[in-house]
């Protein structure tokens, strides 16, 4: 962790903290290509209800993925939410955890792979506990150390949940109408 | 809105769709960095209380910057939670909505606007009722319409206050270990 | 609304406002014992899906409901939660709201009711608009106004609703290892 | 756990279930009178900020506490919800949970007293881990086992936390004026 962020020639512009955010996401995830591309081929060959959790600004970024993988006809289940119903045999827990350490969805993830889940981890630390529960881990190693806590994790996250939503619209033939059908009319 | 999305010769291939997806963003982005660099001055410059309120995935990526926004030292209300106080005289309300229309955060900004408080849109249709009630609006022209439903637009947002947050933590001169020290240890 | 609560002579002993609270609601509810007995029966002849939708702490007594109705085997949304479908011709909302007027949950009983959804409401105000727009209206005439704000509309409506869970459990002879069967095992 | 919930003979009707209800959260809160005053007095005296944590319908009813208590001038906090800090030394976590053994509760309650916060459980089984690792403890004795899952504990649960409030808005001479005013004016 850096005592003195940001270095005290960097300029406050906020338009080039965006370019400079985005080409370090775009770097991220060019190394982490083939696991999304398994994490997304294991989505659109599966059935299962899919369960997400993660704390903080990881589960908010599941949130938006939930929300949308409804949107393309999946059973999404947010474990926390008022009628989540239970994880069992056949289903699959999706988790993102920069750390792989974060109590909570770590025992969630333990939980789910007793009762014969299938878990799947998005995260950065390849050694974590959390990596070694997972039957299907998607490693992001992070191209730049310039930015403070979890941004670029859950920005890189975001955007390879985002390319992997458009991949299974593609996939499954999922039209917008089809989306905004199941958009929805009480917000 | 488009019956047969996506076109019959794409790839579904999601690292394709991210470059695709960051090179919408930027263009977007670079389009609007006038009114993203006005609300980073005007956050910056501010010490009043900011609540934020948002439908689905808009309020969603909003969630992600209170949060953040929260660790550099404002006090940050998310619309709904359990002790929401009052909005008020002095206070701040950040919408995130692309069509501007969407109900419950219309009759927020409205609300706010009536009681004294400052109204921030984020959005993408300029003549909406909400870029009519609110103070400073900051718009994005979507520079793609190949994305589903809100896709870019929401991830734009996400993106621009990411940009945000990293400039206001050099303006303000908060450094990793005082957000570390602002992040929940109950999770 | 008071300026002087509570009188000046009055204990600040808990039990004894329980068990004032506890007369209170028993009065409250028995006032209502047609009204209760409707909306029971109506639920226990339904397979609609039934959203529940309330502000405040009427919303937070709806999680309770929704959460033990999912228990007993019926399809439950919570509106705003992440992975909320939209409302359809043959679902049910249940709206809780003292004083029928609250922005949100009537937009949502205007907007469930033009799509042809059955709308419920638990009310005090029995000439509300949202009222009007109900299909079914539990009335809860209140017996006592020596409690704050909606403490005995609120408590009340708990209890009504919890007393439909346990006669909707009999008539659907649904038992209590099939209720633990449907709760959470992520938590 | 029962097999056969209810007993043949029951009738389904709510209001009955209501009265037996209402009679045995009577006949649970009078054996925990004095835990419950000394709760009562230990918030009553207090001016520490209280979070609050529990799962399920433990956790809603301790919303519903959370929002009254924000009304009645407290600093209070939802753990899990977006902008929660971090909980240190002089700070008050209630957890309320009947088991005493749920995953996340525990390890919130573990950690808030390592960094030197009070704990304050509400429980029914005095022998949990919960009930270790708490300064002080709210035992409900359940008077009836005849209410399916958690059914008898969370009710009563509820109205406890409604008696104390009631209780504290004497005690502070907090007016139902001074409530409205820190009630939301955004639903």
New interface residues.
């Given amino acids: 962790?850096?005592?003195?962020?940001?270095p005290i020639h960097?300029?406050?512009?906020?338009?080039?903290?965006?370019?400079s955010?985005?080409g370090s996401?775009?770097d991220t995830?060019?190394q982490s290509?083939y696991d999304?591309?398994k994490l997304?081929a294991y989505l659109?060959a599966s059935s299962s209800r899919v369960?997400v959790?993660g704390?903080?600004?990881s589960g908010?970024?599941l949130?938006?993925f939930?929300?949308?993988l409804?949107?393309l006809g999946f059973t999404?289940?947010?474990?926390?939410?008022?009628?989540?119903?239970?994880?069992t045999t056949g289903d699959t827990l999706l988790v993102v955890s920069a750390s792989g350490r974060?109590?909570?969805p770590l025992?969630?993830a333990r939980?789910?792979r007793d009762?014969g889940a299938t878990v799947i981890a998005v995260l950065s630390d390849k050694s974590s506990p959390l990596a070694e529960v997972s039957h299907l881990v998607v490693s992001l190693d992070l191209a730049s150390h310039e930015?403070?806590?979890g941004?670029l994790f859950?920005?890189s996250a975001?955007?390879?949940l985002?390319?992997?939503?458009?991949?299974?619209?593609?996939?499954r033939g999922?039209?917008?109408?089809d989306?905004?059908?199941?958009?929805?009319?009480?917000?």
Avoid at 76 to 87: A, D, H, Q, R
Avoid at 179 to 187: D, F, G, K, P, Q
């Fill in positions: 962790m850096k005592n003195h962020y940001p960097s300029t406050p512009n906020p338009s080039d903290n965006i370019t955010l985005l996401i775009s995830l060019n290509r999304i591309t997304c659109a369960f959790v704390a903080g600004r908010i970024v949130c938006a939930a929300n949308r409804m949107h999404v289940v947010v474990v926390g939410e008022t009628t989540s119903p239970p994880i974060t109590a909570f025992t969630c939980k789910a009762v930015y403070p806590l941004t859950e920005t975001f955007l390879a985002e390319g992997i939503l458009l991949s299974l619209a593609q996939t999922v039209c917008e109408i989306m905004a059908r199941r958009h929805t009319n009480l917000e």
